[in-house]
């Protein structure tokens, strides 16, 4: 199996910066993308940024220019650098990975809380 931790989350005033991270550890044979969602109270849950081992990178249109997904392979975390944080963003915001460890499959993480607020 494939566990997910997360952290650096937390409340930041509007305009500030934060950065999450993410370490998979576990059974892990392979790991193919791994990204951010997040979910917003009363609102569906939303993909952030994406990163594939090829170093593809996609981005919400509402986060770009502002959020910068970054991985360490060597590790098996993946970052999240966020900027010029606004209310809007806040929401809770969960790591996932497309990993091979019995059989390739989605993990998740167990979410952690931003709160962008004055």
């Known amino acids: 199996q494939v566990q997910l931790v997360e952290s650096g989350g937390g409340l930041v005033q509007p305009g500030g910066s934060l950065r999450l991270s993410c370490a998979a550890s576990?059974?892990?044979?392979?790991?193919?993308?791994m990204g951010w969602y997040r979910q917003a109270p009363g609102k569906q849950r939303e993909l952030v940024a994406s990163d594939t081992s090829g170093g593809s990178t996609k981005y919400a249109d509402s986060v770009q220019g502002r959020f910068t997904i970054s991985r360490n392979n060597a590790k098996n975390t993946v970052y999240l650098q966020m900027n010029s944080l606004k209310p809007e963003d806040t929401a809770v915001y969960y790591c996932?990975?497309?990993?091979?460890?019995?059989?390739?499959?989605?993990?998740w993480g167990q979410g952690s809380q931003v709160t962008v607020s004055s």
């Open positions: 996932t990975a497309y990993a091979y460890s019995d059989y390739w499959g989605d993990y």
């Open positions: 576990g059974s892990i044979f392979s790991i193919n993308a």
